[in-house]
């Protein structure tokens, strides 16, 4: 595709369509929408424009397709493939200041949001009514970038992705036309599933301007267990066991002792130094979650357990998961003249044993300290790569780790990528893992984005 740059006219014309403090292209303003969370890099877009509603985002599509202008959307930014980094320069939409509840409908379990609302701030809003959001990045995401990347997170093994909570969306399609998609219903079996197709399309089809999210109740009761193992492939078997006996965990996150040491010299949570399972469960009832409690405590004792701790207070687990959910920061700081790759792999839950075991195989073998930690019972590995800034030799070995990962979970019949998305990072491995589907999704993008100005560069290789 032929990209015009962003000429002293296309300026004018843009600066008309927003108010004057909406529309930037200061150094400082570019540098920053020029990466994410992750090691790659992409180029500095031209200009970044914070559009407020609808229709400024249909006026402003409309233009930079007319004029071959690229357009990335842009969320908090917190993206670890490289997925809303622009490669065509162009301009960025970020969607901060897009950020309205619009209505919650509590007795239909079901919100209508703007875009860049930060999931933990809708779930603090939501807080009285007893209902949340589950999905659970970490990070603060967006639910536009949420819904781009299909994020999931810790309790994605009970209640599912982001896709599984997106009823309707509103989305502006390159040409500027609005395209709504969906019915505020729990189940419809009417026609094509367009709003799905939207979800983990990362911003190349559309643009999401609204949308209408299910919502689920406030657990009753909650109950959580540290469980310590002689080897992340016994960790591995027991976390199998858990999700063939259907028990239903709401987290089941894998951290192997590299993790469990920085969690211990951060936080000071004094976790013995083995592989560790974080189990959570939700029920209503304490009797019914004793009950489970203690067949989880029965499989990981068989799959050779070291120590079950059960009945963790609500302080104590939400210490432990606020850990969990820094442990990226924890590595960074803990190699600070380092870049850090996060890897992200999924694969079906019976060879979730091997997949971890040759995570850290992969690590000790090319001499490079690597964190193994995972969303278990998903079969979502993620690995934790720190690589010295200026040693292309750390480089090129995190990469050949990558790729045989990547290569061994795809020959598994897993993904290349669990949650984090394609971004720039894994479109090299799209053909392998989607063979002659992928043809199909390049005709799809076609169709949607004929000039191809939305996101460019990204998913395809
Ligand atoms: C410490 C840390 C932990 C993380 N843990 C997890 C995890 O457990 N699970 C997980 O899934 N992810 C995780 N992530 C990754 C990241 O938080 C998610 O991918 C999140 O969904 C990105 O949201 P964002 O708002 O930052 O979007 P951005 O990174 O800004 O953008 C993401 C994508 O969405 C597109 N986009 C943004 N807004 C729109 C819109 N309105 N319409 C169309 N496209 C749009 C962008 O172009 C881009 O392709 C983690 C990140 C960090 C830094």
Not at 197 to 216: H, I
Not at 252 to 257: K, R, Y
């Amino acid at each position: 595709m032929n990209f015009n740059p962003l000429s002293t006219v296309h300026i004018q014309d843009l600066k008309a369509m927003v108010a004057a403090d909406r529309f930037s292209t200061g150094a400082s303003v570019l540098k920053l929408h020029a990466k994410d969370q992750s090691h790659h890099r992409g180029c500095l877009p031209e200009a970044v424009i914070w559009p407020t509603d609808r229709l400024e985002v249909v006026e402003i599509l409309k233009y930079a397709n007319d004029n071959r202008l690229p357009v990335v959307g842009w969320g908090s930014g917190s993206s670890l493939e490289g997925n809303p980094i622009p490669v065509k320069n162009g301009l960025v939409l970020d969607f901060s200041q897009m950020n309205c509840i619009l209505d919650v409908r509590e007795e239909d379990f079901q919100v209508d949001v703007q875009p860049g609302v930060i999931y933990q701030d809708l779930n603090e809003h939501l807080k009285y009514t007893g209902l949340f959001f589950p999905p659970d990045p970490g990070a603060r995401a967006t639910v536009g970038g949420m819904i781009a990347n299909n994020a999931s997170g810790t309790r994605t093994v009970y209640y599912g992705s982001t896709k599984d909570y997106v009823l309707k969306l509103t989305v502006v399609l390159a040409s500027g036309e609005v395209l709504e998609m969906g019915r505020r219903v729990s189940k419809t079996s009417s026609g094509y599933d367009l709003p799905h197709l939207f979800v983990g399309s990362e911003g190349t089809l559309g643009v999401v301007v609204e949308a209408t999210l299910r919502l689920v109740g406030l657990p009753e009761e909650f109950s959580a267990a540290v469980v310590t193992f002689p080897s992340v492939e016994a960790a591995g078997k027991a976390v199998s066991a858990i999700v063939r006996y259907g028990l239903n965990p709401a987290a089941l996150e894998l951290l192997d002792s590299a993790c469990i040491e920085l969690f211990n010299r951060e936080k000071a949570l004094g976790l013995d130094l083995s592989p560790t399972l974080f189990l959570e469960f939700h029920g209503p009832s304490i009797a019914y979650l004793s009950e489970i409690m203690g067949m989880a405590e029965e499989i990981c004792r068989e799959n050779g357990s070291l120590a079950f701790s059960p009945g963790l207070g609500r302080d104590e687990r939400n210490r432990l998961f606020e850990a969990r959910h820094e442990l990226g920061e924890m590595v960074v700081r803990a190699h600070t003249d380092c870049r850090i790759q996060v890897l992200d792999v999924a694969v079906p839950i019976t060879a979730y044993p091997d997949i971890i075991s040759m995570a850290r195989q992969e690590a000790d073998a090319a001499g490079i300290q690597g964190y193994a930690f995972s969303h278990a019972g998903d079969g979502n590995l993620h690995l934790c790569l720190a690589g010295r800034k200026d040693e292309t030799g750390d480089w090129e070995r995190i990469d050949r780790i990558s790729q045989r990962m990547v290569s061994k979970a795809i020959s598994l019949g897993g993904t290349a990528t669990g949650e984090h998305g394609v971004g720039i990072g894994k479109r090299k491995y799209m053909l392998a893992e989607h063979g002659s589907s992928l043809e199909w999704m390049q005709r799809i993008k076609s169709l949607f984005d004929p000039n191809g100005i939305l996101n460019p560069g990204k998913i395809f290789p």
